[in-house]
Structures are given as C-alpha cells and as structure tokens.
C-alpha cells in the first residue's frame, strides 16, 4: 500500500492513505508513465476543447466538465466510503481552491479558441515559477537569487513565445497568462491548507465547486441549452463527455502518479504537456510552432521544471497529491 500525503484522519472518511493500484512504494518508473499518461490528458482535454468550441458555445462543455468530475467522484465516493467519505474541516477552502481552479479552466477554456495550444501550453506553465513569487509574498517564504532568476528566465520565455511579429503577441494572451496567476494562487493556497483532507475527497469537491458556480451561470446565459443540445449530433455529445473524461482522469493519474515517486522526480516530466500540446496542433489543426516559439518554449520549461523541483525539494513536509499538483484542469 502506497500512503499519498500524510496519514489518515478522521476527518478523511477513512481514505486519507490511499493506494496505488496496490503496488509497493518506490515505482518511480510507473509514476513517470502515469505523470505522462496526465500529461497527455490534459493536452488533448485542451485541443479537444479548442475543436469543439468550433459547433458548440464553450459555457456548455466547460460546465459538463465540471459536472462530470463532480458526478464520477461523487459515486465513486460514496460508494468507496460512504457519508464520511464527504468530511472536510475546511468547507471554505474547498470552495475557494475549486473557484481558482474553475476561473484556471475558464482561462484555459476560451484561451485556446484565440492562439494554438502549444503557445497557450507553454506559457501556462509559468505556473511553478509564480508560485515562487506569490510564495514569498504570502507565505514569507525566503526567495533565493537563484529562484529570481528562474523567475526571470520563465518570463523571457514567454516573451519570446509571444514576442511581437509572432502573431500571438495582443490581448489573447492576457488568457495563458492569467490562467498561471490563479492557478499559481490555487497551487499557495492549497500548500498553505493541504495535510488534512483526503485527495480523492477535495478532488470530489473540485467538481462540485465548479459545477455549482458554473450552473447559474449557464442558466442566466442566453444560451438555449436544451435546443442546442438536443440539435448537437452524436460526436459532439461523445467530445463533451470527452472533455470531462480527460480533466477527472488527469488528475487521478497524477494522484496515483504522486504515490509512486518523489515530487522532485516526476515534475520534470509535466512539461511533456507541451510537447504533446505541439503533436496534437500539428495533427488536428496543422500548426507548427515556429523556431523562436519551440526556443520561447524550450526557455519556460527548463525554468519551470527547475522552479517545480526547487519548490519540493524545499517543502518541509512530505508531497502532498494535491498541494504538488502543477497541471491545470
């Protein structure tokens, strides 16, 4: 039995150790293939969304992700642990850490219908870096020369990816880059609060946030739901139920992943994201980022990667699943 986090507590409804795939501890080699596996679902979750929101208004696929996550986790729940299993003793951050991550997911939703996703991707994945920053600012955590520097690298990549002549470089990229400002949020929020609760029960809670503040949203919309799903065809229904198959699956995988292998090792291999991000562009959509966007990208990753492992190397605690959790849904 592979222990994820810290020990059961009571108010974990008996799930706070949890098991992965009931394989001994230190598998680091599995936990590379299933942090890939996330890595892959995350990519194409984000390529999926950009094709369907070419026959379907985004505010409808981007709640039924939510509404999926909250409705699987929710049975599997309860049916694992029953009422106990829904225990949390931070009620208030449950719901503040799902709204940060549903304002990421809608950053993330609508961004990609505006610049190709390798682009969006990359630039996302200042993510670890901002955590430095929002680290040192909220936790008073000490900030070396070193992270500064990582800092600085990971913004001139972004620079050069969404350098002027690029074709990306307008208000778009206001989406990529306020999508890592919340997810970064989410990420020192979750670190300030992780230990107590059970993954798999503030994963639960993750869907039930967005999918309750998404619901009167969508009900407010002018949007007639009902007839345009009713007139959607097949496919696009299968892609919708896709979309949310890819968000709760990648991060069960990553879950799972973390009960593997240390942090440390399996962060690197996040930012395989982008290179599948770019595979899926060519493939669905025929774009290929250009040079200086595969160099911009390049730049963010190694700064990144470096700035993630720096980030739990330093961590006094032992990983928790989902306070190291650096992909977005």
């Given at each position: 039995?592979?222990?994820?986090?810290?020990?059961?507590?009571?108010?974990?409804?008996?799930?706070?150790?949890?098991?992965?795939?009931?394989?001994?501890?230190?598998?680091?080699?599995?936990?590379?293939?299933?942090?890939?596996?996330?890595?892959?679902?995350?990519?194409?979750?984000?390529?999926?969304?950009?094709?369907?929101?070419?026959?379907?208004?985004?505010?409808?696929?981007?709640?039924?992700?939510?509404?999926?996550?909250?409705?699987?986790?929710?049975?599997?729940?309860?049916?694992?642990?029953?009422?106990?299993?829904?225990?949390?003793?931070?009620?208030?951050?449950?719901?503040?850490?799902?709204?940060?991550l549903a304002a990421t997911s809608a950053m993330s939703f609508?961004?990609?219908?505006?610049?190709?996703?390798?682009?969006?991707?990359?630039?996302?994945?200042?993510?670890?870096?901002?955590?430095?920053?929002?680290?040192?600012?909220?936790?008073?955590?000490?900030?070396?020369?070193?992270?500064?520097?990582?800092?600085?690298?990971?913004?001139?990549?972004?620079?050069?990816?969404?350098?002027?002549?690029?074709?990306?470089?307008?208000?778009?990229?206001?989406?990529?880059?306020?999508?890592?400002?919340?997810?970064?949020?989410?990420?020192?929020?979750?670190?300030?609060?992780?230990?107590?609760?059970?993954?798999?029960?503030?994963?639960?809670?993750?869907?039930?946030?967005?999918?309750?503040?998404?619901?009167?949203?969508?009900?407010?919309?002018?949007?007639?739901?009902?007839?345009?799903?009713?007139?959607?065809?097949?496919?696009?229904?299968?892609?919708?139920?896709?979309?949310?198959?890819?968000?709760?699956?990648?991060?069960?995988?990553?879950?799972?992943?973390?009960?593997?292998?240390?942090?440390?090792?399996?962060?690197?291999?996040?930012?395989?994201?982008?290179?599948?991000?770019?595979?899926?562009?060519?493939?669905?959509?025929?774009?290929?980022?250009?040079?200086?966007?595969?160099?911009?990208?390049?730049?963010?990753?190694?700064?990144?990667?470096?700035?993630?492992?720096?980030?739990?190397?330093?961590?006094?605690?032992?990983?928790?699943?989902?306070?190291?959790?650096?992909?977005?849904?």
């Amino acid at each position: 039995m592979v222990a994820v986090g810290r020990p059961a507590c009571g108010s974990c409804g008996g799930l706070g150790r949890v098991t992965a795939l009931g394989l001994p501890p230190s598998r680091p080699l599995l936990g590379v293939t299933l942090i890939a596996l996330a890595a892959s679902c995350f990519a194409s979750m984000d390529s999926t969304s950009r094709y369907l929101g070419g026959f379907m208004p985004v505010l409808i696929f981007f709640w039924a992700r939510y509404a999926f996550q909250a409705t699987v986790m929710g049975v599997w729940l309860a049916w694992r642990g029953g009422r106990r299993a829904f225990t949390t003793t931070h009620p208030r951050f449950q719901f503040v850490r799902g709204a940060l991550l549903a304002a990421t997911s809608a950053m993330s939703f609508y961004g990609v219908q505006h610049m190709p996703v390798p682009e969006f991707t990359a630039i996302n994945m200042l993510t670890p870096l901002l955590v430095i920053v929002l680290a040192g600012w909220w936790l008073h955590e000490r900030v070396t020369p070193v992270r500064w520097a990582l800092v600085a690298g990971g913004f001139a990549g972004a620079l050069i990816v969404i350098r002027p002549g690029s074709g990306l470089f307008g208000w778009a990229v206001v989406f990529p880059l306020a999508g890592a400002f919340t997810y970064a949020s989410f990420q020192v929020l979750t670190r300030r609060l992780s230990g107590t609760e059970s993954p798999y029960t503030t994963h639960s809670y993750t869907g039930l946030a967005g999918t309750a503040l998404l619901t009167p949203v969508l009900l407010a919309s002018p949007l007639d739901v009902a007839g345009i799903l009713q007139a959607a065809p097949g496919w696009q229904l299968g892609l919708m139920a896709l979309i949310g198959a890819l968000g709760t699956t990648g991060h069960l995988l990553l879950i799972l992943a973390l009960g593997m292998a240390p942090t440390a090792t399996l962060m690197p291999f996040v930012y395989l994201q982008i290179a599948v991000a770019t595979g899926l562009g060519w493939l669905i959509f025929r774009q290929v980022p250009d040079f200086w966007a595969f160099v911009g990208m390049g730049v963010i990753a190694a700064c990144g990667a470096a700035g993630a492992w720096l980030n739990m190397r330093g961590a006094a605690k032992p990983a928790d699943p989902v306070a190291a959790d650096t992909m977005a849904d």
